[in-house]
Structures are given as C-alpha cells and as structure tokens.
Nanobody
Framework: QVQLVESGGGLVQAGGSLRLSCAASTRFFSIDVMGWYRQAPGKQRELVADISSGGSTNYADSVKGRFTISRDFAKNTVYLQMNSLKLEDTAVYYC?????????????WGQGTQVIVSA
C-alpha cells in the first residue's frame, strides 16, 4: 500500500517560518501530482499548493509569495516552506499524492500535521 508520512508542524509566532515534509513509503509506483491541503475545524479543506511530475507548481492566492513547494523525486518527498506566517495559516496540513496503478489514478493522503500561528 501507499503511505505518506508528514512532519514539521508546530507552533510558531506570526512572521515566523516552518518547513513541512511529506515522504512516500516507496519509490516503486508512478506519482503524478503531489501537494498540500489545509483544514481548520468548521472550515472547508482548501488547496495550498501542488507540484506536478514535471515540476510545475500551483499556489493558492493567499500564500503566493510566502510559501514554496518543492519535490525530491529520488526520495518521493514533497516539502512546503512557509515563511511570513499569519494567524490565518493556522490549520491541519495534509499532503497528498496522485498515484497511477494499472492506468488508474488514486489519491493518497498523509496523516496531517498541525500548524498553529500565534501572536
């Protein structure tokens, strides 16, 4: 099975930085897009950023210029560098990967890592 393990969350003050990591369990499958969603209690899940197998990136307007997504293809790992954090960035962050198995694409999700931004 495919497993994604996240790390790097925590509590930071506004204006600070965190780097999230998400590592897939194996290299021996075809991964298309990897990315990050976030969700706070009572709020809808929203896409933060994603990165394709070709390296193309996409960002939510709310994080452009502050967050950077990157990917280590050899390690099947995706990162989210978060700078200039705001209170509104507080959420549980989930990484995901689109995996192709026998010509069908499936979504796999990490366990979530909590980010709390305080004054």
């Amino acid at each position: 099975q495919v497993q994604l393990v996240e790390s790097g969350g925590g509590l930071v003050q506004a204006g600070g930085s965190l780097r999230l990591s998400c590592a897939a369990s194996t290299r021996f499958f075809s991964i298309d897009v990897m990315g990050w969603y976030r969700q706070a209690p009572g709020k809808q899940r929203e896409l933060v950023a994603d990165i394709s197998s070709g390296g193309s990136t996409n960002y939510a307007d709310s994080v452009k210029g502050r967050f950077t997504i990157s990917r280590d293809f050899a390690k099947n790992t995706v990162y989210l560098q978060m700078n200039s954090l705001k209170l509104e960035d507080t959420a549980v962050y989930y990484c995901y990967a689109d995996v192709m198995i026998v010509g069908v694409t499936y979504d796999y999700w990490g366990q979530g890592t909590q980010v709390i931004v305080s004054a």
